[in-house]
């Protein structure tokens, strides 16, 4: 998260984010960071507040900047078996920010490509996601419940 405050309606905010955007490029010695990385390292704003003030997702964001984007591109071996993975960890009731942990990859990678393997799938699978995806949800309200 940022430490400091920023106006993120500053004229100047993408040339800031830049700087920092390098900053943290350089203490990491890669070409580009994640996102994760950019939550953990950076001091000058989070994604949640860029999405939320600015309206626009962290690519986009790097984009204007003038930040290269780091995207993982998946070889098709690589991307059939980042399914399995996927399947297998859904299977075993795994909600999709704990897939993503888990597999280094964003939850939203995970949702879609799960759907896309839901789609595809026999009856039997469908039915044992959707148990999943019900027992996430009740688990969830739960947790809710309590806190009230």
């Known amino acids: 998260m940022g430490r400091y405050q920023i106006n993120i309606i500053d004229k100047n905010f993408y040339k800031k984010f830049k700087i920092e955007y390098n900053r943290i490029c350089k203490k990491l010695r890669k070409d580009s960071i994640s996102q994760?990385?950019?939550d953990k390292y950076n001091e000058l704003v989070c994604r949640k507040v860029i999405r939320r003030e600015l309206g626009e997702t962290f690519n986009i964001t790097l984009k204007k900047a003038g930040?290269?984007?780091?995207?993982?591109?998946?070889?098709?071996?690589e991307s059939d078996q980042l399914?399995?993975?996927i399947l297998r960890l859904r299977l075993d009731g795994r909600t999709y920010g704990e897939i993503a942990d888990k597999l280094n990859i964003c939850a939203m990678t995970a949702r879609r490509?799960?759907?896309k393997i839901y789609s595809i799938s026999s009856l039997d699978i469908q039915e044992e996601l959707d148990r999943v995806k019900e027992y996430n949800i009740g688990k969830f309200l739960k947790i809710k419940e309590s806190k009230i």
């Open 36 to 38: 994760r990385d950019w």
């Open 67 to 77: 930040c290269k984007i780091n995207k993982r591109v998946f070889s098709k071996k």
């Open 83 to 85: 399914n399995k993975n």
């Open 113 to 115: 490509r799960l759907d």
